[in-house]
């Protein structure tokens, strides 16, 4: 059976997770944790790069024992010393790591205390009050428990984009192998660039429906056919995704397209609109009483209702089908327009590469500039910089930029917003920068006006350039934290900053809608890696995905300025004085 990365990433996870229930060696756990946000980044499958002869140690943070590992995983599917451990460590126990405000001791004190191993029984006692009573916990942290469980259950069954990615596109490549298939495409909420996707739907022309679905059912991957009938078929994969298949022929394809893209609600608005022009849309094809007018492309479709095709992204019934018809459709922003990236972490605090790597792998992207945003010192468990290690960078970029040619590395920090809204740098230090990205690392739970006024003051600071992952959002473990969002973007229109669109899979954040409203209210917004390793630029496909979700053309994102259009765009904001 072909092992995904993401399969590799998830048992190097779980070994961690154990370990660290266990009480073992933290280098030790970090080593796992770190190989498997490794893998989970990597662009290509590390099955094919062995099948190559290439050695996993010639990844970053992939020694001897962890290559030994992945040899076994992807030989037998797991490693013994999976095994050893869940014999050890009750292995439901790692689900409870994951919600909020729980680490080992905590999850070690439920499981001694009260003999809780699930989510489920962890539950019981939060609403029995059984948990206030233990040493370290009180009645907040019971209550938090109980909210964090709630908000899982309704989020839990969705896939981050980016872990999906992989599997769509093995598959695509599968099907096309496959006998008589002329398209494969995927449709649904993935082709809509959505930052979750609850299950795959992919479409397949072919004039032989039987044998394409025959050839689907026996993909390696799948384990459990959920339906089946002549021209559709549902699995489940290993991973647990479900995936949908519809067969349809070839002069179907548009309007087969436009109805399994969706949304429902774009799907119900364009029928309604075909409806006034007397015709029936369904996925078959546009007609006109029983004559078929329209369907073998999208762009029949639209144009049978007398419109442009409108991009995937856009299909929410969020007025992209007046849009349309008054053609002010917005042509929205590419990866290629991207010229640089405003936030990256180096081996100076928590990132896997030195400032060179990082720098040449920009420039091997084709990009201008990269911002070096490493995190401050109050974020102690990343090494943040205090003021003396950010001086010595800034010389050490100094004498980089000096030496590289078609790269500017530009002076920055990912600077802690602190719960009073100051920052943790005095502005003396910050003004020596070209740029300052603010974020919050702490106090998540403070209450909707506490936090807006927090980062409003943050925002007011003079060297305060872009509020970075505004919400703070993790998924799936961490919401957004409640922040009047309308009022911030307001107040970064005032004060001249930007907002950051963070392109890492588990944050994605700004959210679509609120990249609509900063381009309605003309703040730019910057797409950013956030990368921790030269391999995390590869997530910017997703950002952008994100930002076309939310609109933005080209002019509304502040890094696809071209670097001395950045420049001054940098300077009007941070010289901007408090009024
Ligand atoms: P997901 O899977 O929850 O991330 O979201 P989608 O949008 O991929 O939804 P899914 O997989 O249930 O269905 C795929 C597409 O099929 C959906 O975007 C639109 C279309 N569709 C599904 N059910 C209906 C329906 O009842 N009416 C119409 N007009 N279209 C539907
Ligand atoms: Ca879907
Ligand atoms: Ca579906």
């Not at 993935?190 to 394409?212: E, F, N, Q």
């Not at 109050?378 to 950010?390: K, M, P, Q």
């Amino acid at each position: 059976m072909p092992v995904h990365n993401a399969d590799i990433a998830a048992i190097f996870e779980e070994i961690a997770d154990l370990l660290e229930i266990a009480g073992d060696n933290p280098f030790r756990i970090r080593a796992y944790r770190n190989a498997a946000r490794t893998l989970r980044d990597l662009s290509h499958e590390i099955t094919s790069m062995i099948a190559h002869g290439e050695e996993p140690t010639a990844l970053p943070g992939i020694g001897n024992n962890l290559a030994a590992k992945i040899h076994e995983i992807v030989d037998t599917g797991t490693t013994p010393l999976l095994g050893k451990l869940r014999k050890r460590v009750p292995p439901a126990l790692t689900e409870l790591l994951h919600l909020p405000g729980l680490g080992p001791k905590r999850v070690n004190t439920l499981y001694h205390e009260l003999d809780i191993h699930t989510v489920e029984q962890l539950y019981r006692a939060a609403l029995d009050g059984r948990i206030r009573t233990l040493p370290g916990f009180g009645a907040k942290t019971e209550q938090r428990i109980v909210d964090a469980i709630r908000a899982r259950s309704t989020t839990s069954r969705r896939f981050k984009i980016a872990t999906t990615a992989p599997y769509a596109e093995a598959l695509v490549t599968y099907l096309q192998q496959g006998p008589t298939v002329t398209h494969v495409i995927v449709a649904g909420s993935y082709r809509r660039a959505k930052d979750t996707v609850g299950d795959l739907d992919i479409l397949v022309t072919t004039s032989a429906p039987s044998r394409v679905i025959d050839h689907f059912v026996k993909y390696d991957e799948v384990a459990e056919v959920i339906a089946r009938g002549s021209t559709r078929v549902s699995v489940r994969l290993r991973s647990t995704l479900q995936v949908d298949l519809r067969v349809v022929a070839e002069d179907s394809y548009g309007a087969a397209l436009v109805y399994f893209t969706g949304s429902k609600a774009h799907n119900i608005a364009l029928r309604d609109l075909g409806q006034q022009r007397g015709l029936r849309i369904n996925e078959y094809g546009v007609f006109r009483k029983d004559q078929r007018i329209a369907g073998e492309t999208e762009d029949s479709v639209f144009a049978a209702v007398g419109l442009p095709v409108i991009p995937p992204e856009l299909r929410e019934n969020r007025g992209e089908l007046q849009a349309a018809r008054d053609g002010t459709l917005p042509h929205l922003v590419e990866l290629s327009d991207l010229k640089g990236d405003l936030h990256a972490h180096t081996t100076a605090t928590d990132g896997r590469h030195s400032l060179k790597e990082m720098a040449l792998a920009a420039r091997a992207r084709g990009f201008e500039y990269l911002a070096i945003t490493e995190h401050s010192h109050h974020l102690s468990i990343a090494h943040g910089l205090d003021e003396y290690r950010l001086m010595t960078q800034i010389t050490e970029i100094d004498r980089l930029n000096a030496q590289l040619s078609g790269i500017t590395l530009l002076k920055s920090i990912e600077v802690d917003i602190l719960e009073d809204g100051e920052l943790d740098l005095p502005d003396r230090v910050l003004a020596r920068l070209d740029l300052v990205v603010g974020a919050i690392h702490s106090r998540m739970h403070l209450s909707r006006a506490k936090q807006t006024e927090r980062i409003l003051r943050a925002m007011d600071r003079p060297s305060f350039t872009i509020l970075a992952h505004p919400t703070g959002r993790l998924m799936p473990e961490r919401d957004p934290y409640d922040v009047d969002m309308p009022r911030i973007i307001h107040h970064a229109r005032e004060r001249g900053c930007f907002l950051e669109l963070n392109a890492h899979p588990e944050r994605m954040d700004l959210l679509d809608t609120y990249c609509r409203l900063a381009k309605q209210e003309g703040v730019l917004v910057s797409i950013n890696s956030d990368a921790h390793s030269v391999l995390d630029f590869h997530n910017l496909r997703f950002g952008i995905g994100q930002a076309r979700r939310g609109w933005l053309e080209k002019e509304d994102v502040l890094n696809t300025r071209p670097l001395h259009a950045l420049l001054p765009l940098l300077r009007n904001c941070i010289k901007r004085e408090v009024a």
